[in-house]
């Protein structure tokens, strides 16, 4: 895969394709398409995430309406198949605080009847799942959260009864509160630490849900706003794909009197609707209608999200909504991208948000006797397309790049002869690691550690290693760990955490619309799970508790 950023690709994007007719002229531009590596086999309803930096897929069925007992994952321009125990078409995925995944539920038998029972974790570093038991009922198309202490909330149904059950290590799954109306795919959005919000447009037997808001604790609220949208179901397995902000989350919803699209924005548990400078249009190419019914991607570092559409030629469209200024009171703004597939018609799938662009794995076909866009569940793809905002028409001799590849490669080539240098110093004979320095000596060289560490802010480094230490300092890694372990007593490791913990505080402190996942990331650990079991060993609460602590003055 070919590593571009999409935010650059879409600024560099300058051309527009001619403006159609429709109720509003719109400026479609046209997307790059490119064709990845086919999955080993076609899928439809399964789950695309990215984990790490793997495109993983999860379950589904393939072609006949069949559910598939596999999972892929791809790695050097391949995709690899791991067995999963138990089929998941239509089954929930949650991600865990260690990195793990909770795969359960699905349809009990081909053609998409009936729901089951299996529960099983994979684990992406080593490519393998294991078996933890059974749900407290037979569930399909049911939503899970993974909580932070390692609990798992779920709720959803279809076509049967259900009720919000809780995950605990400890004990497995047990109800906490029976459902009088269930939910086909619902949102499960925590509100405080001790509670959570579901809600859906759509109930378990396909009908539309009441606009109520069901609460892990406490009565059921109507929500008003919800008598006039529908949002769209959940069929993802994280919250940060529609977090914008500690509590705060961007949804995807049709107006249920015309499906004109619109967002809601969820803060702590209130609704409101997202003003637009101009609504998404209903025409696109040619005049064929959008259908703008799928989740909403953020991507928090832009203040942007991306809306998928899909009209009934197969087209593929992609809104990209600049949300900065709602944040101040303001309307957001909307791009528009569409793309025709090179081999006739894109497969119906959710996009996934990636570094490099958005992907469409796999996917369901759609009914060619329906003139709206219906699911074809017996005809599947094992296509993979990745999407970038940049015009193939407007490709230009990169000129810029080309100059600034000539700065770099002069840089590398200095930076090339300053490691020999110090590689030389390296393996000088360095002070022996039994002897016994001054001690002056010794706190010196501890206080250019510390000072560098500060200066350079190598904490942030999510790869820094203690031999990174010893080249800047020009001595061996050996002498510096015997160091920091008999002044400090505590590892290198331990000692770093300690920079990037003081650091996340400052952040959390500084800047309490930051979620913790952009805490963890801008100050380098190397994963959320990571930063969560150093907290807690270093200070004795979590993240939240600790924030939590600071509000109350504590």
């Not at 399909?140 to 279809?158: F, I, K, S």
């Not at 459902?179 to 509670?195: K, S, Y």
């Not at 579901?198 to 008598?227: K, M, Q, T, Y």
């Not at 990169?398 to 490669?409: A, C």
Request: charged share 25%.
């Amino acid at each position: 895969m070919r590593h571009l950023h999409l935010i650059t690709l879409a600024l560099l994007a300058s051309a527009c394709a001619p403006e159609h007719s429709g109720e509003q002229a719109w400026p479609f531009r046209e997307m790059l398409v490119e064709r990845l590596p086919d999955l080993n086999m076609p899928r439809g309803a399964h789950q695309t995430l990215l984990l790490g930096n793997e495109l993983t897929v999860i379950g589904g069925h393939t072609d006949g309406f069949k559910p598939v007992e596999t999972l892929e994952y791809y790695r050097k321009g391949a995709w690899h198949s791991v067995p999963m125990a138990y089929t998941h078409d239509g089954g929930f995925v949650a991600q865990l605080p260690d990195g793990t995944l909770m795969v359960g539920g699905g349809s009990a038998e081909p053609f998409g009847i009936g729901q089951s029972w299996p529960v099983e974790v994979y684990d992406p570093t080593t490519h393998s799942t294991r078996t933890i038991g059974i749900l407290d009922r037979k569930r399909a198309y049911a939503t899970a959260l993974g909580l932070d202490d390692g609990r798992v909330l779920v709720a959803g149904n279809w076509y049967a009864d259900d009720a919000i059950a809780l995950y605990d290590p400890q004990v497995g799954f047990s109800a906490v509160r029976e459902l009088p109306t269930g939910r086909h795919c619902p949102w499960i959005l925590p509100d405080g630490e001790d509670d959570a919000l579901v809600f859906c447009w759509e109930s378990n037997h396909g009908g539309p849900a009441e606009a109520e808001v069901l609460r892990l604790r406490g009565d059921a609220v109507h929500e008003p706003i919800l008598e006039e949208w529908r949002v769209v179901v959940c069929c993802r397995s994280s919250l940060d794909e529609s977090r914008i902000g500690e509590n705060t989350y961007l949804l995807s919803a049709l107006r249920r009197n015309d499906d004109s699209w619109g967002m809601l924005k969820v803060k702590d548990g209130v609704f409101s609707e997202v003003p637009l400078e101009d609504p998404l249009p209903r025409m696109g190419i040619g005049g064929d209608i959008i259908s703008w019914e799928a989740p909403l991607q953020v991507d928090r570092p832009h203040r942007q999200a991306w809306q998928k559409g899909a009209d009934k030629e197969g087209r593929v469209y992609f809104a990209r909504i600049d949300y900065d200024a709602i944040l101040d009171g303001g309307k957001a703004s909307a791009d528009l991208f569409y793309a025709e597939c090179p081999e006739g018609r894109f497969f119906m799938t959710e996009a996934l948000l990636t570094p490099d662009g958005l992907v469409l794995a796999g996917g369901k076909g759609q009914d060619m006797r329906a003139d709206a866009i219906t699911d074809d569940n017996f005809n599947t793809s094992s296509a993979v397309w990745l999407f970038h905002a940049e015009p193939p028409e407007k490709a230009r001799f990169p000129w810029g790049w080309l100059s600034g590849g000539i700065l770099l490669f002069g840089g590398i080539i200095a930076l090339y002869i300053n490691r020999s240098r110090r590689r030389k110093k390296e393996f000088e004979p360095a002070p022996p690691a039994t002897a016994e320095p001054d001690g002056r000596l010794r706190m010196d060289l501890m206080e250019q550690i510390s000072e560098l560490i500060e200066e350079k802010e190598l904490w942030k480094r999510k790869d820094l290693r203690i031999g990174d230490l010893a080249a800047e300092l020009a001595t061996n890694k050996t002498y510096i760990s015997l160091l920091i372990n008999n002044i400090s007593g505590a590892n290198f490791s331990t000692i770093v955490n300690g920079y990037r913990i003081r650091y996340a505080q400052q952040l959390m402190t500084g800047h309490p619309e930051m979620i913790l996942d952009e805490v963890a990331e801008e100050a380098g650990f190397s994963s959320r799970a990571t930063f969560f079991r150093s907290f807690k060993a270093q200070t004795g609460m979590t993240p939240m508790q600790w924030a939590q602590s600071r509000r109350e003055g504590k």
